[in-house]
């Protein structure tokens, strides 16, 4: 049989059969510790592992800084990304929340398992605490519509002298009921977008990605995008 017959298959494969995921350990924290501020400043953020690995998949160059941590403490998953840029784009007018997929932003998404159905669930936020929340289906099926349940998620931003800082919380409870967080694993994507000048629009946004993804061309849509926050 002609290898053309196999190769649809081929390239499925390829999207929802990635390698060992990446994986990050996210340490416990006592209660009531925790107040984010946006600057991420707690002493509690002494006691995380630092990742600074982020890269541009699809591009040559060396990427700007980026950093990730988390934390948890039972009722709350912390995370704090801290982001190096010297000319953060934020553009505001009719305030809508999908006016962040046009800024500078930091992106965490999160699956079930390597299907991402019937839904995976995404969060792109912008150095002014603006949130683009919403769920999608594999493949790329958004729907825009869907908000984070009220109450469980929180933000803070904050801008700094060669960037700025986000810093947010995720309730357990709620990612447990969406059937994210199994056996204290949670499959997750950081992401961040950068632009370098209005002028390029959004096609002159680049991607920057903690794991790098199995795909020609920029796509944090599929599987092998997700690495695997594990809760202590």
């Not at 298959?9 to 995921?21: G, S, Y």
């Not at 795909?215 to 695997?228: E, L």
């Amino acid at each position: 049989m002609k290898l053309s017959v196999y190769l649809p298959f081929i390239i499925l494969f390829l999207h929802v059969a990635p390698a060992r995921a990446q994986t990050y350990a996210v340490k416990k924290i006592s209660a009531n510790v925790m107040q984010i501020t946006g600057r991420g400043d707690n002493k509690a953020w002494s006691k995380a592992t630092l990742i600074t690995d982020f890269s541009f998949p699809w591009e040559s160059d060396n990427a700007p800084g980026t950093s990730f941590s988390a934390l948890w403490d039972g009722e709350w998953l912390y995370c704090l990304y801290q982001v190096k840029d010297d000319s953060v784009i934020t553009i505001v007018n009719k305030n809508n929340k999908l006016e962040v997929g046009a800024c500078d932003r930091v992106e965490i998404f999160m699956m079930r398992d390597s299907t991402m159905l019937p839904y995976y669930y995404c969060l792109e936020m912008d150095a002014t605490a603006r949130v683009l929340d919403y769920r999608a289906s594999y493949y790329r099926k958004m729907d825009y519509g869907w908000n984070w349940p009220t109450g469980q998620f929180k933000i803070k931003t904050a801008a700094v002298k060669d960037g700025y800082t986000v810093e947010i919380a995720i309730s357990i409870q709620t990612l447990r009921e969406l059937g994210l967080l199994q056996n204290k694993r949670l499959r997750a994507g950081l992401f961040r977008a950068e632009r370098k000048s209005l002028k390029e629009g959004t096609a002159g946004i680049h991607w920057i990605s903690w794991v790098k993804p199995n795909s020609v061309k920029p796509d944090f849509h599929i599987p092998s995008a997700f690495g695997v926050l594990v809760l202590e």
